[in-house]
């Protein structure tokens, strides 16, 4: 018996015959913040966008807007969706509700909607909400972008996995049962998430011996970028920070 292919949610949704005469959802990384860390793919495809579709926090211009500003064209329709700045799901389920039927309209006359996302679509991406009340009834494509992750490597200077090295990828949200589990099980963490747990994450990763093994990165390819160890860190972490573990650097010698 031939094997039978995996198949992704798009597969199980919709069929191609199904989207004729409508418009697709293109989902577009526009990376960290440097305007010039945009893909050429993803720079073709917000200049031929006649809608356009962003996220803004709690009524501020939209970050992803400001990265791609240079690629927009006059006349261009544009969905702002607010999403509230609160740890309740609720607000911000509604609010991608209300961008979700909003672009639906645009998508059932035929139109594509190039959506913009900070960094990648698909990690942490506010265009996964989006996707996932859009696929069954729309064709959807997605463009990657550059990651905080790898735009802090880089600027840290600090290689990620080598070997047989592993990775984590932990939300500071996480109880410190959590935390303390993926610190101990991986080579190297990536800390999202600091806001108002930055505090009780330092005194984790101290207890735990690994303060001067951590690096703090904020703000990574904006003029403001800081990169600076953990133990010289600045009490509060700015929304765009995150911290970068890496227990063991034998095995990148």
Known sequence: MEPVEAMTPLDRTATPSSHEGLGRLIGVGVGPGAPDLLTLRAARLIEGARVLAYP????APSFARSIAAAHIRDGV?????????????????RAYDDGAARIAGQLAQGRDVVCLCEGDPMFYGSFMYLQARLAPRFAVEVVPGVTSVAAASALARLPLVAREGRIAVLPATLPDEALAEGLLRHETVAMLKLGRHFPRVRAL?????????????????????VVLPLARAPLEAPYFSLLLIAKDTDPWL
């Open 56 to 59: 803004t926090l709690a009524g």
């Open 77 to 93: 329709e544009e969905i702002a969706i607010d999403v509230p700045m609160t740890p309740a799901r609720e607000p911000a389920q």
């Open 205 to 225: 990763i101290d207890r735990l011996g690994l303060t001067d093994r951590a690096t703090f990165v904020a703000r990574a390819t904006l003029p403001q970028e």
